[in-house]
């Protein structure tokens, strides 16, 4: 017998009940980034591993342990499966000159990869949505950025989500504060685990994002990337507060938030909730000042963030329940020879008047097929026999409801099906 071949781990299907609720929200984003102006913008899944090592960093967990990276045996590349959007976007910024005419707005929506252990909330394949302001210097579009997420949780009902802020500084200030804090974690060299003194060679700023209980003490102490502010990276932060405070958006600073992207400069955020159990983090983002020049292109300012759909989803559900499929209008019944092949012309021509048709295909006796519209969920059977095809009609059952059967003419019926199905409403 031959092995069944089933999905990768941690790479999910979404069947079809799910990807219901997955198009509703999809929906609503593209409103929600049209209202702020925000325009689409879709990169390759594939791209060159380099830019991934020179925007993220070569220290970071995603670079050193969780991209999936392959040499290309036709050329010998090494691509990497995207692994976040940001460097993409960027990239395709600086490729097709976009800033040449002034500042962008971007979103986009897609898949991502990270080779990590699966978990609730958390797959090696996972999507994102994401916004991108580019060329913009100024607090003013990290708060639009913020409340634009703020919007969003309105949008779609979600509660219990808190905004956590902090500032990283200019370069020289993260410097000063990095020597602070390796002088700090050396003194308690014997008490950091094996992660944490590996990263004080590399990337001491990561140490203080460890989910190790043992140091948060260590971590509590530690010296605050705020006290090395110079006066421009405090009036962008202070001036950022000033803008949230007069829209009435609370928000905590959290002296330990350090995102984990070596790209990240000034602002950085998260949005974070205590329904996703660990996995805590639904939305986060800042400011990449650097990251243009870094891959090669001209100095520009940018901003922008990313949250994760599967727990997005998680929270909808978790705020209003299960959302079921949209049915389809019409169920659509035939049986005989000239019936079925009537039953084409009148399936198309319900979808040319905007109804959704569920065509009846396999065969099958009128009450197996009625079995069949019933369970479908769709609100009226249409029905047609040899005798309707005959005089070019069809008859209308309703499903949901005790109302008789109608018989109408094939012209007359896209109008009659309209007053069956919205008869409530008027």
């Not at 069947?15 to 102006?37: I, M, N, Q």
């Not at 490729?95 to 986009?108: D, I, N």
Request: with cysteine.
């Amino acid at each position: 017998m031959t092995q069944t071949i089933q999905a990768v781990r941690g790479m999910n299907d979404i069947l079809p009940d799910d990807a219901a609720l997955w198009e509703r929200l999809e929906e609503v984003v593209r409103s929600w980034a049209h209202a702020y102006g925000y325009r689409n913008i879709r990169t390759p899944l594939l791209e060159h591993t380099a830019l991934f090592r020179r925007a993220i960093g070569e220290t970071t967990d995603i670079v050193e342990k969780e991209m999936y990276s392959f040499v290309d045996e036709l050329n010998g590349e090494s691509l990497t499966l995207r692994p976040e959007a940001t460097a993409s976007t960027v990239r395709a910024a600086v490729e097709h000159s976009l800033l040449h005419h002034g500042p962008q707005r971007l979103w986009y929506a897609g898949p991502m990869f990270r080779h990590e252990r699966p978990q609730k909330g958390r797959y090696r394949q996972f999507h994102q949505i994401g916004a991108e302001a580019l060329g913009f210097p100024g607090p003013d579009v990290d708060a639009e950025l913020i409340l634009m997420c703020a919007r969003l949780w309105d949008d779609l009902g979600i509660e219990g989500v808190r905004l956590q802020l902090n500032s990283l500084g200019a370069p020289a200030e993260r410097r000063a504060h990095r020597a602070a804090l390796v002088a700090h974690l050396e003194r308690h060299a014997d008490d950091l685990d094996a992660d944490s003194r590996r990263r004080l060679a590399t990337n001491p700023l990561r140490v203080l994002d460890s989910k190790n209980p043992a140091l948060r003490p260590i971590i509590a102490t530690a010296p605050k990337l705020l006290d090395h502010l110079g006066a421009e990276s405090l009036r962008h932060f202070e001036g950022l507060q000033a803008i949230l405070q007069d829209a009435g958006l609370p928000f905590e600073i959290d002296h330990h938030l350090v995102r984990g992207l070596d790209y990240y400069n000034l602002t950085v955020f998260e949005w974070v909730t205590d329904r996703l159990g660990a996995q805590g983090t639904v939305c986060g983002g800042g400011r990449y000042d650097g990251l243009f020049e870094q891959i090669g292109g001209k100095p520009a300012p940018a901003i922008g963030f990313a949250l994760g759909v599967e727990r997005l989803l998680a929270l909808v559900l978790d705020a209003g329940g299960p959302v079921p499929p949209t049915p389809q209008d019409v169920y659509l019944v035939h049986q005989g020879d000239a019936a079925d092949r009537f039953a084409f012309v009148v399936a198309e021509r319900l979808r040319d008047h905007g109804f959704s048709v569920a065509h009846h295909c396999g065969g099958g006796s009128f009450k197996a097929q009625m079995r069949r519209a019933n369970a479908s969920g769709a609100q009226m059977a249409v029905i047609v026999g040899d005798d309707e095809a005959a005089a070019g009609a069809a008859s209308v059952k309703p499903l949901r409801d005790e109302r008789p059967q109608v018989r109408l003419p094939l012209d007359a019926l896209p109008d009659g099906l309209s007053q069956l199905l919205y008869a409530d409403d008027s």
